[in-house]
T-cell receptor, first 111, second 112 residues
Framework: ETGVTQTPRHLVMGMTNKKSLKCEQH?????MYWYKQSAKKPLELMFV???????ENNSVPSRFSPECPNSSHLFLHLHTLQPEDSALYLC??????????FGQGTRLTVV | GEDVEQSLFLSVREGDSSVINCTYT??????LYWYKQEPGAGLQLLTY?????DMKQDQRLTVLLNKKDKHLSLRIADTQTGDSAIYFC????????????FGSGTRLLVRP
């Protein structure tokens, strides 16, 4: 148990659906992250929030929309995804720019 | 640009030592990390080392850093079947960015 909880653990969605991934951290950290892990590719940083303000957005398509309502919660809203978006989506948190603690991930399959 | 490279696969016998290697290109890296990922799980932080250190030991884990060659290694002593996982090397430069740069991961298989 890392103190970072992601739900759901698995998600199958159609290309026309809208769904959201949720992340909650119980570590009192002030920064939260979304990473994408695809087969045979390094982890890709998608978004970073520090003190609830987005500080990094690594050229992610607009069909991925993050939301950080407070320092403990982070969402990733998904709509009109493509099959190539199927991946493991990992949430992480850190205190300032310190070491990141990861959740278990959401395994997303787009059909 | 920033890049972190690792070999893809390592197989060892139970009880032997494992050495997982990593090279990086960013000479301004401040912190270097080792993460472990078991099947179906997220990444677990194993250990990290500051760039002004050469070595760090934590129980069965030994991290060696050669800053001149930009080479990082993780040695696991007395490797157990429970150590089978993917090991990721990552580096960051704390002063400027929240970004962790990860390698592609080394899959460690421990044979009984």
């Amino acid at each position: 148990e890392t103190g970072v909880t992601q739900t759901p653990r698995h998600l199958v969605m159609g290309m026309t659906n809208k769904k959201s991934l949720k992340c909650e951290q119980h570590l009192g950290h002030n920064a939260m992250y979304w990473y994408k892990q695809s087969a045979k590719k390094p982890l890709e940083l998608m978004f970073v929030y520090s003190l609830e303000e987005r500080v990094e957005n690594n050229s992610v398509p607009s069909r991925f929309s993050p939301e950080c309502p407070n320092s403990s919660h982070l969402f990733l809203h998904l709509h009109t995804l493509q099959p190539e978006d199927s991946a493991l989506y990992l949430c992480a948190s850190s205190q300032d720019r310190g070491e990141a603690f990861f959740g278990q991930g959401t395994r997303l399959t787009v059909v | 640009g920033e890049d972190v490279e690792q070999s893809l696969f390592l197989s060892v016998r139970e009880g032997d030592s494992s050495v997982i290697n990593c090279t990086y290109t960013d000479s301004s890296s401040t912190y270097l990390y080792w993460y472990k990922q078991e099947p179906g799980a997220g990444l677990q932080l194993l250990t990290y080392i500051f760039s002004n250190m050469d070595m760090k030991q934590d129980q069965r884990l030994t991290v060696l850093l050669n800053k001149k060659d930009k080479h990082l290694s993780l040695r696991i002593a007395d490797t157990q079947t429970g150590d089978s996982a993917i090991y990721f090397c990552a580096e960051s430069t704390r002063g400027s960015s929240y970004k962790l740069i990860f390698g592609s991961g080394t899959r460690l298989l421990v044979r009984p």
